[in-house]
């Protein structure tokens, strides 16, 4: 049923959505292209280096939990669009959906990289450079650019919010 013209209109659902499926998306960009391709780092790999055959499958192990996890993520986050976009209160704003996007890979940076490169040191961005630390710190401020992108995104789409609601296909 549409809402009334007095309604108001929300993007919280569609940001949560964005926010989740940016955060999967996120920790494939990480898991592909650091773990498979790049091969900088595994899972585990500053605290079981995968130099002997046992060592390397372990590492995969977790690195193949790590890619599940995401997935799973990813995958809620395609089910809280499908029920944003549903909603005839949710305005669709590709800024808003795209903002939130971002905010949730900077968040997956940031989480990573403040949990499992400095408090729990369980890999490094870069494991064999000569000093890991700098390219720890650049995958936060990856992170930080992000936020601040994804953030302005997230701002400017709320003037989106006030062309009305979205329509219904149904």
């Known amino acids: 049923m549409p809402p009334t013209p007095s309604a108001p209109l929300t993007r919280t659902p569609l940001i949560a959505a964005g926010i989740l499926i940016g955060a999967g998306m996120g920790g494939f960009v990480d898991g592909i292209v650091l773990h498979q391709i790049l091969q900088w780092h595994n899972m585990l790999s500053n605290q079981l280096p995968p130099d002997t055959l046992v060592n390397?499958?372990?590492?995969?192990?977790?690195?193949?939990?790590?890619?599940?996890?995401?997935?799973?993520?990813?995958a809620l986050g395609?089910?809280?669009?499908?029920a944003a976009v549903t909603r005839p209160d949710v305005p669709r704003s590709g800024r808003t959906f795209s903002g939130a996007l971002l905010l949730g890979w900077a968040l997956f940076n940031l989480v990573e990289g403040i949990i499992?490169?400095?408090?729990?040191?369980?890999?490094?961005?870069?494991?064999?450079?000569?000093?890991?630390?700098?390219?720890?710190?650049?995958?936060?401020?990856?992170?930080?650019l992000l936020l601040l992108a994804g953030w302005a995104l997230v701002k400017a789409g709320k003037r989106d919010a006030g062309a009305g609601p979205a329509p219904t296909h149904r």
Not at 56 to 74: E, I, L, P, R, S
Not at 120 to 139: C, I, M, S, T
């Open 116 to 144: 499992d490169h400095q408090l729990l040191k369980l890999h490094n961005v870069r494991e064999y450079a000569p000093d890991p630390q700098p390219w720890n710190l650049g995958f936060l401020g990856l992170g930080v």
């Open 78 to 82: 395609l089910r809280l669009l499908w």
């Open 56 to 74: 390397a499958k372990v590492n995969m192990y977790w690195d193949g939990m790590f890619h599940a996890a995401v997935w799973v993520m990813t």
